[in-house]
């Protein structure tokens, strides 16, 4: 059985970093993808970034790849989100995700496993 646990959300000011983790059990993913999305109220769940099993190829939603830096400790079988510079528009549930091909790895639809989201909030 496949478990995702995030943690490492929490409440910040505006300009503060934040690390998320995303500690996973149950199987290898092989030439899978693991990712961050993030939902906030009333909106779509969005593709943050991505990286491979093996912590090879990270790719990142545009708008954050300056700011975000995705990264796995295969030894821990843990996915990191290091975020730094935070803004209001970043307040959103984070969810980790596993199992899309690299062709999907920005569609949610493409992934099989999902965490229960961990809740940034970040304030002026």
């Known amino acids: 059985q496949v478990e995702l646990v995030e943690s490492g959300g929490r409440s910040v000011q505006a300009g503060d970093s934040l690390r998320l983790s995303c500690a996973a059990s149950?199987?290898?993913?092989?030439?899978?993808?693991m990712a961050w999305f993030r939902q906030a109220p009333g909106k779509e769940r969005e593709f943050v970034a991505a990286?491979?099993?093996?912590?090879?190829?990270?790719t990142y939603h545009d708008s954050m790849k300056v700011r975000f830096t995705i990264s796995r400790d295969n030894t821990k079988n843990t996915m990191y989100l290091q975020m730094n510079s935070l803004k209001p528009e970043d307040t959103a549930v984070y969810y980790c995700?596993?199992?899309?091909?690299?062709?999907?790895?920005?569609?949610?639809?493409?992934?099989?496993?999902w965490g229960q989201g961990t809740q940034v909030t970040v304030s002026l």
């Open positions: 990286i491979s099993w093996y912590g090879r190829s990270p």
């Open positions: 149950g199987r290898s993913f092989g030439d899978r993808f």
């Open positions: 995700a596993v199992g899309a091909a690299a062709i999907d790895i920005n569609n949610p639809s493409g992934y099989t496993y």
